[in-house]
């Protein structure tokens, strides 16, 4: 069972790009949330998806949008990048709702370093 | 508006003592909570979990603590070993049927002293 990959692992743009940063979920898991690390903070919610539907945003701007493929493979894509949003991307997966209200573990990858010039 | 808080950015403890991550939150509506751990150039690692109904949750030399009055947490590694040195990252969610959409405190970095 391979665990949660992300691709590039480091990437640097300049101001006023756009850039997709990739994710490939756990095997089985229909659920991937995104995060965002700036330096000394914990992880922020960008948002989740779940069988393809976003299910739910934290408070980023709509520059940032994501997709969820049919095999649960996700992109982050973020528009008219600024210098605040370098950080690290983590990508997450769960194996999603169990239908009996349980709590489903996120499987975390190593993220994507993004530096912003 | 930081609604859950890891006051200690770093803690040093002797290898074989007790080590303590303390973690506060100010939103009542959350009402499960995890620890995570992140070794350099990799992803967080789920550790051990608590829901709101419970007080304590033990996983081998892993305990957490919940004071739902103080809105706090607490983690306790018994005994500490080298690899435990690390960063460790409270979080929190309010139920969402299946699916955690978490909110994390800033971490604490835990060294453990040889």
């Known amino acids: 069972e391979t665990g949660v990959t992300q691709s590039p692992t480091h990437l640097i743009k300049t101001r006023g790009q756009q850039v997709t940063l990739r994710c490939s979920s756990q095997?089985?898991?229909?659920?991937v949330s995104w995060y965002q690390q700036a330096l000394g903070q914990g992880p922020q919610f960008i948002f989740q998806?779940?069988?393809?539907?976003?299910?739910g945003r934290g408070n980023f701007p709509p520059r940032f949008s994501g997709l969820q493929f049919p095999n649960y493979s996700s992109e982050l894509n973020v528009n008219a990048l600024e210098l605040d949003d370098s950080a690290l991307y983590l990508c997450?997966?769960?194996?999603?709702?169990?239908?009996?209200?349980?709590?489903?573990?996120?499987?975390f990858g190593p993220g994507t370093r993004l530096l912003v010039l | 508006d930081q609604q859950v808080k890891q006051n200690s950015p770093s803690l040093s403890v002797q290898e074989g003592r007790i080590s303590i991550l303390n973690c506060d939150y100010t939103?009542?509506?959350?009402?499960?909570f995890l620890w995570y751990k992140k070794y350099p150039a990799e992803g967080p690692t789920f550790l051990i979990s608590?829901?709101?109904?419970?007080d304590k949750n033990e996983d081998g030399r892993f305990t957490v603590f919940l004071n739902k009055s103080a809105k706090h947490l607490s983690l306790h590694i018994v005994p500490s070993q080298p690899g435990d040195s690390a960063v460790y990252f409270c979080?929190?969610?309010?139920?969402?049927?299946?699916?955690?959409?978490?909110?994390f405190g800033t971490g604490t970095r835990l060294t453990i002293i040889p």
């Open positions: 997450a997966s769960s194996p999603g709702t169990s239908g009996r209200g349980i709590k489903e573990t996120q499987y």
């Open positions: 095997s089985g898991h229909n659920t």
């Open positions: 998806y779940y069988r393809e539907e976003e299910n």
């Open positions: 939103n009542s509506m959350f009402d499960y």
């Open positions: 608590i829901s709101s109904i419970k």
């Open positions: 979080a929190a969610d309010k139920f969402n049927f299946g699916n955690e959409k978490l909110t």
